[in-house]
């Protein structure tokens, strides 16, 4: 299956004909059946005159649609555990944000994990199915720019989680405001918890999924004041989070560690 990191650095210096594209790296015979699934999954290309890009390299970070995401689970393995809540807002950077926040109906959840995020078995009974909160939230997210706080977890998470329930991977591009953070940030915790305290920003809700996703787009919209002039696309705002090496201008700075 694609992989959304391997596709976008084929396009991320230049466009390419719809043909080549499809047949050469996608690896698909039908090409409009391919492009539109790949958008579905929320993979961001744009089609013109026969020719494919990837949105993300020619569009300017502060014209992006971010969609800040959390999510709590039962346990940190997709494999054995399960998405228990989602939370996630979506717009420009600094707002406004459409707010999208669920439960999930679950079986059995850990006692540590009712500890930490108080979460009950008697709070879910009544929530949707993980496949229709999934199916819901794919709709919500579209092809917008997946932002988080750890963001491998929670989008490994999640595209194991449609992948299950046969709804598709995730192809959005992706940005990690804990990495984020600690290239622009000066604090000596890097988790949320951490950052708020440096920031002073209201933490008390921490470890429920919409009110931690409300907390990284604080972090992104505080950190994304400090960027270098020379980040403009949001392909750049990437690359420069993961300081990828093509980006020779941009000097890595030493990481601490963080709390989670």
């Not at 990191?5 to 090409?31: N, Y």
């Not at 399960?82 to 420009?92: D, F, N, R, T």
């Not at 696309?233 to 989670?260: M, V």
Request: charged share 25%.
């Amino acid at each position: 299956m694609w992989e959304a990191s391997r596709l976008a650095g084929r396009l991320r210096r230049r466009e390419v004909s719809s043909s080549f594209f499809c047949e050469k790296l996608l690896g698909s015979s039908d090409c409009e059946a391919s492009l539109q699934l790949l958008r579905a999954m929320g993979f961001p290309l744009e089609q013109n005159d026969g020719r494919v890009r990837l949105a993300t390299a020619h569009r300017h970070w502060r014209d992006e649609t971010f969609c800040f995401v959390d999510i709590e689970t039962t346990g940190p393995n997709p494999e054995h555990s399960q998405i228990l809540e989602i939370g996630a807002l979506k717009g420009p950077l600094g707002g406004p944000y459409e707010e999208f926040a669920t439960l999930i109906k679950a079986r059995y959840i850990p006692p540590m994990i009712v500890d930490v995020t108080g979460i009950t078995l008697q709070m879910v009974a009544n929530a949707p199915t993980l496949a229709t909160a999934l199916r819901d939230f794919r709709l919500f997210l579209g092809d917008a720019l997946f932002v988080a706080h750890d963001a491998l977890f929670d989008y490994r998470y999640l595209s194991h989680a449609l992948e299950q329930q046969g709804l598709g991977r995730l192809m959005n591009r992706a940005l990690c405001t804990l990495k984020l953070s600690k290239k622009l940030i000066k604090a000596e915790r890097y988790g949320l918890v951490g950052l708020s305290e440096a920031l002073g920003l209201d933490a008390t809700d921490h470890h429920r999924a919409l009110a931690d996703a409300k907390l990284s787009a604080k972090v992104c919209e505080i950190a994304l004041k400090h960027l270098p002039e020379g980040v403009v696309t949001t392909e750049e705002l990437i690359a420069f989070s993961d300081f990828h090496p093509h980006h020779k201008k941009l000097k890595k700075k030493k990481e601490k560690n963080h709390d989670r």
